[in-house]
């Protein structure tokens, strides 16, 4: 069976996703599936006629590129122009997982949760269905749990502007909600490409962790993935690694949050062997209080000049309000301990805009920043800074955009940079765009078409509002208001493992 598998980005890009190239390796082990990879810049020879065209959107703004894909293979945007000619299109990965309404209108299928469980059902249902209609495969693939079929739901609106009134199946044969699916074995992915043409070339990838157990409140990270696992020391990790230890000497040990594997120490010491000491190691994310002297020398020692830490906020009080389990003293310590173990820099990532801030949290932030540069003066001392975006799923949900992130990002600027710290702010501009994308409904899917006729600077998308305003809520309802608890969130018939109402109780209490 001829399946297309597209990365809306370029190859380099895309095959440094370790999603993307373990869906494709699951597909490409199956015999019943012939599959062809497909980016922006390159494709390995495509079928003719393919039946199933896969996407996954690990970006929110590579829409545009699932656009342009759809273009090239000559396939109808909207899932309802498609005829029987065409082919089924499917889509994964985080962003369709936490929030697909805004895209539903585009795919025929989004697969919600672990594609350790959902790739091989799928393919199965599909070759049962094979010789029936469209719409009797539609049918028949929305009754395998985690396979949405947004054609099959009905949206309706109080209002053309206003909040959902209610997300139904059109009939009783459709399932009310769709679960996320949960994969819990001990093996965990890792790379099955490694080549210099990727991002970060010659790596081998191996995830560590899936999740994270802190529970930060406004977290995808933590809570799309949840719960925590971890991957087997003994039958994953350390085979993994020796595997990968044969074909380049670069390894990454992937997850929200690796250090936090139970046996990390254990893993370490493993790569830490006399015959590795040539073996680059690059580790996505540690937590604060794992950067020990030990860790800190171990990544010097191989090929690490730098480590990241999510701090959040020089606030303590915001901090504890965000269920960051994290004192000043322990930030203070890792930044002696980077500096004593070798590092070169430390990069620190913190957000503006955190539910409740007020400007004393910001001056916080810069006391702390000032206080560590004094306390490690040889250290490359980095605060990357984000603007706080609502995430489905976790306990900030209902919170918008605070419109004083852009005037705090910079403050922070003159007052950090002034004093030799490196500011790294993200754009406020995109915040407001990835926000617009997290939280909105169906109705964007016009939004979206129009916007790709006028570029897609934060102005366009004003001049699509302006246009479509007839059609769908302001642009500040979805991006900057908080939400009323007791109305339906688009992504509401998703069931992901935390319910409503613990979400609800997590949050800040009323709003
Ligand atoms: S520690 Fe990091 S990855 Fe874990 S929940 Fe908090 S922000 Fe997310």
């Known amino acids: 069976m001829p399946l297309i598998f597209a990365f809306p980005n370029t190859y380099a890009v895309g095959i440094t996703s370790l999603g993307y190239q373990m869906v494709w390796a699951t597909f490409a082990q199956r015999s019943d599936v012939w599959v ?68 539903a209108d585009f795919f025929d299928l989004i697969l919600v949760g672990d594609g350790e469980i959902l790739l091989d059902a799928l393919i199965e249902a599909y070759q049962s269905l094979r010789s029936a209609s469209r719409s009797q495969k539609l049918r028949g693939l929305a009754q395998v ?62 995830e560590v962790v899936r999740s994270c157990p802190e529970m930060c409140r406004f977290c995808l990270a933590s809570y799309l993935t949840l719960p925590f696992r971890t991957a087997s020391l003994e039958e994953s990790l350390l085979p993994a690694i020796d595997r990968g230890l ?17 046996e990390f120490e254990t893993l370490l010491a493993y790569l830490l062997q006399p015959q590795y000491a040539h073996v680059r190691l690059s580790i996505a994310s540690v937590r604060t ?33 965000i269920n960051k389990k994290l004192e000043t003293e322990a930030i203070l310590q890792a930044v ?68 004083q992130s852009e005037k705090r990002l910079q403050l922070l600027q003159k007052k950090l940079r002034s004093q030799g710290i490196d500011f790294r702010p993200e754009s406020y501009k995109w915040s407001v765009i990835q926000a617009l994308i997290s939280r909105g409904d169906r109705r964007l899917s016009r939004l979206l078409e129009t916007v790709r006729n006028y570029g897609d600077s934060l102005g366009s998308y004003r001049r699509a509002f302006k246009a479509l305003k007839a059609h769908l809520s302001p642009l500040e309802y979805y ?23 613990t979400l609800k109780k997590q949050g800040l209490g009323s709003p």
Not at 246 to 262: F, N
């Open 36 to 103: 062809s990879r497909l980016f922006t810049d390159a494709a390995e020879t495509l079928p003719r006629q393919p039946e199933l065209v896969g996407f996954s959107l690990s970006w929110e703004l590579d829409y545009g590129n699932v656009f342009d894909l759809l273009d090239f293979l000559k396939i109808p945007l909207r899932s309802s122009d498609r005829t029987e000619a065409d082919p089924l299109v499917f889509g994964g990965g985080p962003v369709l997982t936490a929030n697909p309404e805004p895209f």
């Open 145 to 206: 749990p985690g396979i949405y079929v947004p054609s099959l739901y009905g949206v309706t609106y109080t209002s053309p502007q206003g909040p959902i009134a209610s997300i139904q199946p059109l009939d009783d044969s459709i399932p009310e909600r769709v679960s996320k699916q949960t994969y819990r074995g001990n093996t965990l992915s890792t790379s099955a490409i490694v080549t210099p043409r990727a991002a970060w070339e010659n790596i081998f990838m191996v």
């Open 246 to 262: 044969k074909v380049t000497d670069r390894i990454g040990l992937l997850g929200a949050s690796v250090t936090q594997h139970p």
């Open 289 to 321: 209080n794992t950067v020990t002297p030990t860790l800190a020398s171990a990544l010097a020692q191989h090929g690490t000049q730098s480590l990241t830490i999510a701090v959040e906020s020089g606030s303590e009080r915001l901090r504890e309000l």
């Open 336 to 403: 002696y301990n980077a500096q004593a173990g070798g590092l070169q820099g430390l990069k620190l990532y913190g957000m503006v805009g955190i539910p409740t801030e007020t400007a004393a949290d910001i001056e916080a932030t810069i006391a702390m920043m000032t206080t560590l540069k004094k306390a490690a003066p040889q250290l490359r001392l980095t605060l990357g800074c984000s603007t706080f975006v609502p995430k489905a799923h976790t306990p900030f949900q209902w919170y918008g955009v605070n419109p």
């Open 479 to 501: 991006v900057h208001e908080t939400w009323d608890r007791d109305q339906i969130l688009p992504w509401s018939l998703l069931q992901g493992p935390i319910p409503l109402e």
